[in-house]
T-cell receptor, first 115, second 115 residues
Framework: DTEVTQTPKHLVMGMTNKKSLKCEQHMGHRAMYWYKQKAKKPPELMFVYSYEKLSINESVPSRFSPECPNSSLLNLHLHALQPEDSALYLC??????????????FGPGTRLTVL | KNQVEQSPQSLIILEGKNCTLQCNYTVSPFSNLRWYKQDTGRGPVSLTIMTFSENTKSNGRYTATLDADTKQSSLHITASQLSDSASYIC??????????????FGTGTLLAVQP
């Protein structure tokens, strides 16, 4: 299995809702990432988990809450979002130890719309 | 400031023709340079990865070059196909390795291949 999967593919939520995005990989990668991508812009790094521990938080608002329950799973919990949070949310994984390039493999993304 | 610039911003070519996309970067410390292909609304897919010691790398009809002295890279697409229509993103990895390496994304070149 050489892919990163993300669910759901599309999500529409109100500003008072609580929802979660899910990311899964079975490549044995020990680093996982969340990115946010607005239309026609490059992805922006949000969080990095390394060995299930949060190693980078790029000053993301607390309405986004990441969680890494195990080495294969990464969640992003959403609460009280704003319409400007509407974007494509990308998950990626990499093997920082065995792979010399630390190449990141991206999932297909979740298209989030906040009403 | 770490920066990756791409040109042109967009490009339209006829099916079967060749094209070359450019990337200039100012990133320190340089770890590696990647080219990704991103279809609209999908996650980026890696095409090539090069370290400073690699001048060229091919992946099918895609050939990337790297000049570490001038800090320039190019992606050449041969015999373009309609399925090549996508955004091509140049990404430079900054750091000394590991999950905390930061990816510096270019703004991408939007390629449209017309029949």
């Amino acid at each position: 299995d050489t892919e990163v999967t993300q669910t759901p593919k599309h999500l529409v939520m109100g500003m008072t809702n609580k929802k979660s995005l899910k990311c899964e990989q079975h490549m044995g990668h020990r680093a996982m990432y969340w990115y946010k991508q607005k239309a026609k812009k490059p992805p922006e790094l949000m969080f990095v988990y390394s060995y299930e521990k949060l190693s980078i938080n790029e000053s993301v608002p607390s309405r986004f809450s990441p969680e890494c329950p195990n080495s294969s799973l990464l969640n992003l919990h959403l609460h009280a979002l704003q319409p400007e949070d509407s974007a494509l949310y990308l998950c990626a994984s990499s093997d920082p130890v065995r792979a010399s390039y630390n190449e990141q493999f991206f999932g297909p993304g979740t298209r989030l719309t906040v009403l | 400031k770490n920066q990756v610039e791409q040109s042109p911003q967009s490009l339209i070519i006829l099916e079967g023709k060749n094209c070359t996309l450019q990337c200039n970067y100012t990133v320190s410390p340089f770890s590696n340079l990647r080219w990704y292909k991103q279809d609209t609304g999908r996650g980026p897919v890696s095409l090539t990865i090069m370290t400073f010691s690699e001048n060229t790398k091919s992946n099918g009809r895609y050939t990337a070059t790297l000049d570490a002295d001038t800090k320039q890279s190019s992606l050449h697409i041969t015999a373009s196909q309609l399925s090549d229509s996508a955004s091509y993103i140049c990404v430079v990895s900054a750091g000394y390795g590991g999950a905390t390496n930061k990816l510096i994304f270019g703004t991408g070149t939007l390629l449209a291949v017309q029949p």
